[in-house]
């Protein structure tokens, strides 16, 4: 006996079928490269190195722990730590340390001729 078809729905379509087929961006060929290469974690353990060479991982932890006794141990979430030690964070990141990277990163992209 075979199945019966639904005759109010229609097949449904493979998922693969329905997306157009595109090139990915430039940015994302970038990112790809980075992440094949190793680049990426390379990148990643110098920032951290850098940070921790000029202070700024332990400002960051001087900065929670102040917010953490202000507000209580056990009425803070990580949320609100996160939401007040970001941009405090970003804006803090010495402009040497970015100057490095960013260094770093033109160096890789000429090199892997992108």
Do not use: Y
């Not at 960051?60 to 970001?86: P, Q, W, Y």
């Not at 941009?87 to 040497?96: F, I, L, Q, T, W």
Request: charged share 35%.
């Amino acid at each position: 006996m075979k199945p019966k078809s639904s005759v109010n729905r229609p097949p449904t379509p493979d998922v693969s079928d329905s997306l157009p087929e595109r090139e990915p961006t430039f940015q994302e060929l970038i990112n790809i490269k980075f992440i094949e290469t190793g680049e990426k974690e390379r990148l990643m353990e110098l920032l951290r190195e850098r940070l921790v060479d000029c202070g700024w991982k332990d400002e960051m932890k001087s900065i929670c722990r102040a917010f953490v006794k202000k507000k209580g141990r056990n009425n803070v979430t990580l949320d609100e730590l996160i939401h007040v030690i970001t941009p405090k964070g970003r804006a803090s990141v010495p402009d040497s340390v970015k100057a490095e990277l960013l260094q770093r990163i033109r160096t890789f992209l000429v090199s892997a001729a992108l």
